[in-house]
């Protein structure tokens, strides 16, 4: 029995197909040019309150007296903390976005996937975040702090303090994107759980590559924090695809 819903889903499925190409690419251009305006917008935003962010970056650390070795160092750093503040906090409206512009084409088994997989993304993205602030950016800092400690008197440019949590943030983040990379894996039948499973010794040897690869830090406290993050992530998505699967 076909339902209301289900009717209307296969029209709006059948009015996105008919459309012609231009229109696609229309409707495409608009919505990008709707997110570049709100993370514009979020980017003025943050440059009005960047020195209540800029606090909440220096938190993680203590005893450390920040300097700018230029005069415009301080500014610029400031400029680019409220972009990626910006790109940040606009990427669930892109996200959106995205999913506007997907739904229409797509069938209701498909829905029932790609929604799930990119909220999923999202939601591991702001968890790889909040395990950077927390656990991998204190651990490299106070590994740093102690290991110069009544030897060297810790002076740190801001700018270079600002770029080292940059990376750590978006590489965890990036990182965090490993379950959902092995369900699409599964459900695309390119690689099953079970082949996922046996693979173990190799994730380890890679899990610890990753670690070593994406921190900027040598401690050996940070890698293993990461990689110890990326095995347990690894083997989650192992245990979500057998679920789904079964």
């Known amino acids: ?30 919505r990008i040019f709707h997110i570049i305006w709100i993370i514009l917008l979020l980017t003025c935003i943050a440059l009005f309150e960047v020195k209540f962010l800029v606090k909440i970056l220096e938190l993680p650390v203590s005893n450390v007296k920040f300097f700018q070795s230029a005069p415009s160092e301080y500014f610029v750093s400031t400029v680019k903390i409220s972009f990626y503040t910006g790109l940040l906090f606009g990427g669930p409206f892109a996200i959106g976005q995205l999913i506007l512009f997907l ?19 999202l939601c591991l993205f702001g968890l790889g975040l909040v395990f950077s602030y927390y656990a991998l950016i204190p651990a490299a800092l106070n590994f740093f702090l102690s290991y110069s400690d009544e030897v060297i008197e810790p002076f740190w440019s801001f700018d270079q303090y600002f770029e080292f949590i940059l990376v750590l943030f978006y590489s965890t983040g990036l990182a965090f994107q490993i379950p959902v990379i092995q369900i699409l894996l599964g459900l695309l039948n390119i690689v099953s759980a079970k082949q996922m499973l046996d693979s173990w010794r ?20 940070t890698q293993v924090l990461l990689s110890s993050a990326i095995l347990l992530l690894y083997f989650s998505g192992v245990g979500i695809l057998l679920l789904i699967k079964n």
């Open 1 to 30: 029995m076909i339902t209301n819903s289900d009717f209307n889903f296969q029209k709006n499925e059948a009015v996105m197909l008919e459309l012609p190409f231009s229109e696609h690419i229309e409707e495409l251009r608009q």
């Open 103 to 121: 739904l229409p084409g797509l069938t209701k088994k498909e829905t029932k996937v790609i929604l799930p997989l990119l909220l999923s993304s």
């Open 202 to 221: 190799y994730v380890i040897l890679v899990s610890t590559i990753i670690g070593a690869v994406l921190t900027p830090s040598t401690d050996p406290l």
